[in-house]
């Protein structure tokens, strides 16, 4: 998990409330990622930063949002309209796309009231 | 599209014994193929990684996986298992020349090595 942090490790929210989620990585990677584990489904990916300023959607997009201002910083807010937000969320680095190996953060179990 | 199949939930060996844990892919073209492990209540570590070349990629911890070509598939293994081998394994593809440009993972197999 060296290089790559994510806060809070544990996070409760209320239903109707917006959370956000923090990654921050000192790897000087460009590249930057979000996906969503659930039980028996392995990852899914939400959100990927290729280089500052840009992101794309991934496989889950709906109900979460993130902003890449800086190259370190990668936050995910997980939305009211996300209707089952109760996962476990990783976030992940890499110097660029794959063939680039990703770095993971040691994540945040979302937990929604 | 680009998918990955891991058949078995979980594999359970006996330490000492080899182990296999399988994987299977679906991609337009070439592949990156790679293997990470997820110790409980953590992130994903990186095992090994196929780009190009020599069929047989050794990796971490004594971890390797034979990429086959004609049967799709990147299946890890290793001579000798340890009780600290058990953690769930992830398999993963992106295609070299497809769109996608992220890479798409496999629902997991839990590896369990009995002392």
């Known amino acids: 998990d060296g290089g790559i942090t994510q806060s809070p490790k544990y996070l409760f929210r209320k239903e109707g409330q917006n959370v956000t989620l923090s990654c921050e990585q000192n790897l000087n990677h460009d590249a930057m990622y979000w996906y969503r584990q659930d039980p028996g489904q392995g990852l899914r990916l939400i959100y990927y930063?290729?280089?500052?300023?840009?992101?794309q959607k991934g496989d889950i997009a709906e109900g979460y949002s993130v902003s890449r201002e800086k190259k370190e910083s990668f936050p995910l807010t997980v939305t009211s309209a996300q209707k089952n937000p109760t996962a476990f969320y990783l976030c992940?680095?890499?110097?660029?796309?794959?063939?680039?190996?990703?770095?993971f953060g040691p994540g945040t179990r979302l937990t929604v009231l | 599209a680009q998918s990955v199949a891991q058949p078995e939930d979980q594999v359970n060996v006996a330490e000492g014994n080899p182990l296999t844990v399988k994987c299977t892919y679906s991609?337009?073209?070439?592949?990156?193929l790679f293997w990470y492990v997820q110790y409980p209540n953590r992130g994903l570590q990186f095992l090994l990684k196929y780009i190009t070349g020599d069929n047989l990629v050794k990796g971490s911890y004594g971890f390797e996986a034979e990429f086959n070509k004609s049967q799709t598939s990147f299946h890890l293994k290793k001579p000798s298992a340890l009780v600290s081998d058990s953690a769930l394994y992830f398999c993963?593809?992106?295609?070299?020349?497809?769109?996608?440009?992220?890479?798409?993972f496999g629902s997991g197999t839990r590896l369990q090595v009995q002392p």
């Open positions: 992940a680095s890499s110097l660029g796309l794959a063939p680039n190996e990703q770095f």
């Open positions: 930063s290729q280089i500052v300023n840009d992101f």
């Open positions: 991609v337009s073209g070439n592949p990156y």
């Open positions: 993963a593809v992106r295609g070299k020349d497809t769109g996608r440009r992220a890479l798409t």
